[in-house]
């Protein structure tokens, strides 16, 4: 660790580290590649979305969970959580506003306009991780998957391989940049504005291979083509790497695009002296930064998450102080059925198993 904290976060840090070594394999903190480096140091699995819930399903002696994230993971842990497994969230402010875009009951309806209006078609609802526990439940019970940003080009070839057409919630822009990738055409992306007066015709709705929810991460659209040429030109040698959260034009001007497992491999795979420009989260870029002095890392600009932001060693430290009670995140036995079929069949396809 080899940031400056001030004297309230180093004693919540070395408290931690004492509650941590007194729990022993009991205790787990899963942590988000946005959070910052201190709770990273602390965290025993660190990764994006797929990699956690992947750990947080593999946790067979923990029987705390205590995730550095937002909402919508520590739901999912909830849902993977073997029984007597407790998750816990250190802050009820760490929402996600792009997973509340997409809500159950508009869900529900413009599911059923689609399949009304397409009998006999085969229709595969996919949810991106950022998604509430309701349309996770929402699509295992109608035989879909959740995907991340790692796995959604395999969640998409594996819908359309079962079936006739996808209906992706809640990210228009991971759903364009994955169809884009995937060579379906533009005038076969349907997209899909829940909050549109008029009810869509069964022409519109016949023509589509892909229905894309209207939602999208404030965080990443925030990056415009413009951010993307003014790095080109201050930085002619930096590779650029946007996440595919990002609008379309960002990618189609980036070197690569991928999601912050990829964006961490890169970085750390970089030969010295390499010069990388990134388009996501900045708490993420500057920890990079920090951890690679080697190579130059720089935000392609700085786009913060609020919500990730709201984890600190203060809240861990009390969400410790009382373990098992403080911030406990549960779901119903119907969302850890039906949920679980979803994220397990994303853990299933992603693995080829
Ligand atoms: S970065 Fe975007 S998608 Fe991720 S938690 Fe923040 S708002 Fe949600």
Redesign the pocket.
């Known amino acids: 660790m080899d940031l400056i904290m001030n004297n309230t976060d180093l004693s919540s840090f070395e408290e931690i580290k004492n509650i941590k070594k007194q729990y022993g394999e009991k205790l787990v903190i899963l942590g988000h590649l ?1 959070q910052r480096k201190e709770i990273l140091d602390l965290s025993d699995y660190k990764g994006d979305s797929f990699a956690l819930s992947k750990n947080a399903a593999e946790q067979k002696n923990a029987k705390h969970i205590i995730f550095a994230g ?1 909402h919508f993971m520590a739901e999912s842990a909830a849902i993977l959580a073997q029984s007597g497994q407790i998750v816990q969230l250190p802050s009820m402010n760490a929402g ?4 509340d875009m997409a809500e159950l009951a508009d869900v529900e309806h413009a599911w059923n306009m689609v399949t009304d209006a397409l009998p006999g078609q085969t229709i595969i609802p996919i949810t991106y991780m ?1 998604s509430t526990a309701d349309i996770k439940a929402f699509c295992g019970k109608h035989g879909g998957a959740v995907c991340t940003s790692s796995n959604a080009e395999k969640l998409f070839k594996w819908a359309l391989k079962n079936g006739d057409k996808i209906f992706f919630f809640p ?1 228009e822009y991971l759903g364009r940049n994955t169809s884009n990738a995937l060579g379906i055409p533009r005038d076969k992306q349907f997209l899909w504005n829940p909050h549109k007066n008029e009810e869509y015709s069964a022409k519109d709705i016949s023509s589509a291979q892909v229905f894309l929810w209207r939602g999208y ?4 659209r925030f990056f415009s083509e413009e951010h993307v040429k003014e790095t080109r030109t201050a930085y002619p040698d930096a590779v650029i790497i946007a996440h595919p ?1 990002c609008r379309e034009q960002v990618i189609a001007n980036a070197d690569y695009s991928g999601s912050t497992s990829f964006i961490s491999k890169y970085v750390e795979n970089a030969p010295k002296g390499s010069v990388i420009a990134i388009a996501t ?1 900045v708490t993420m870029v500057d920890r990079l930064a920090v951890e690679y002095p080697d190579k130059k890392i720089i935000p392609v600009t700085r786009s913060i ?1 609020p ?2 932001f709201q984890i600190t060693l203060k809240n861990i430290k009390e969400t410790l102080d009382n373990i098992g009670s403080r911030n406990v995140i549960t779901v119903s036995d119907e969302i850890k059925k039906f949920g679980g079929m979803a994220l397990r069949t994303m853990i299933n396809v992603t693995m080829g198993n």
């Open positions: 946005y937002v996600c506003p792009m997973a950022n990210d991460c404030h965080v990443h959260e989260e998450c919500d990730m």
